[in-house]
């Protein structure tokens, strides 16, 4: 069985920072989060290869976001800092059975296992 668990999301006010984490079965790799917003499309936020040496960011959170994995216990994370209130959304990790450990996927047609995602607030 596929499973995929986020956790880590809360109410929290502008400028703080959270850690998310996403742990998953053996069965399957997580390696990209996105979000969705009220009334917006769900969008790309990061990625990182299964290696860890090569990850991508969407604009609006360089500088602040940090994805990263732990390959021993099959568990992605990412940092958030200085959030912001636009960054209010439920998180969703994504996951992918068949990868390349080189390669990072930035589009939800390329991951076939989700969670079912952590809601962060931001409040000013």
């Known amino acids: 069985q596929v499973q995929v668990k986020e956790s880590g999301g809360r109410l929290v006010l502008a400028g703080a920072s959270l850690r998310l984490s996403c742990e998953t079965s053996e069965s399957t790799n997580p390696l990209g989060w996105f979000r969705q917003a009220p009334e917006k499309e769900r969008e790309f936020v990061a990625a990182?290869?299964?290696?860890?040496?090569?990850?991508a960011y969407a604009d609006f959170v360089k500088g602040r976001f940090t994805i990263s994995r732990d390959n021993a216990k099959n568990t992605l994370y990412l940092q958030m800092n200085n959030l912001k209130p636009e960054d209010t959304a439920v998180y969703y990790c994504?996951?992918?059975?068949?990868?390349?450990?080189?390669?990072?996927?930035?589009?939800?047609?390329?991951?076939?296992?989700w969670g079912q995602g952590t809601q962060v607030t931001v409040s000013s």
């Open positions: 994504a996951a992918r059975t068949r990868i390349d450990p080189d390669t990072y996927y930035t589009g939800t047609a390329s991951y076939d296992s």
């Open positions: 990182t290869t299964w290696s860890g040496q090569s990850t």
